[in-house]
């Protein structure tokens, strides 16, 4: 059995990062805790019970995996039910930074993007992923993950541009 140290201590270190990407890829803040422990089992399950950084690309797949599942199973039941989504309430906020002008224009500018880019974007600056681990987790080559990366950048500054002009 693993030592509930090493978990604790890798859960430090990766564990925001997963998160982020996590929000990124359900509808609310507790979908997305579910979605991050359900791809942590589930990488568990099948990986042994030592965490390794190595393992850190298949747990963004697994999170981008159990996060669809999740939505499918979420829209057949609600589909099923034919009944309104309650309001949620304000949307949930990606970032653990202060709640500044700043911080809010990023994530606005950030939620605007398409998501191809949105998700490329996130996965190398705050997941630290190289773009051949990118290309693995969102079945793409790394090519495009590289230009999906340089074109969701592009679209970003600009984004980002508009929200500090707006806000002044």
Known sequence: MADTATWSEWLKEYGPRLMLY????????????????????????????????????????????CAVDLARSQDRRTQREQTVVADE???????????????????????????????VITLKLWGELTFAQIGKTLAISQNTAASRYRYGLEALRSQLASEVESLR
């Open 89 to 119: 309430g304000p949307p949930v906020a990606w970032f653990e930074l202060p709640d500044d002008d700043e911080t809010r224009a990023l994530q606005v500018a950030l939620s605007k993007l398409p998501e191809k880019f949105r998700e």
């Open 22 to 65: 996590a929000r990124q890829q359900t509808r609310s803040e507790a979908d997305a805790e579910d979605v991050l422990q359900n791809a942590l089992v589930k990488t568990w399950k099948s990986h042994g019970d030592v965490p390794r950084e190595e393992l850190l690309g298949l747990i963004y797949t697994n999170i981008r995996r």
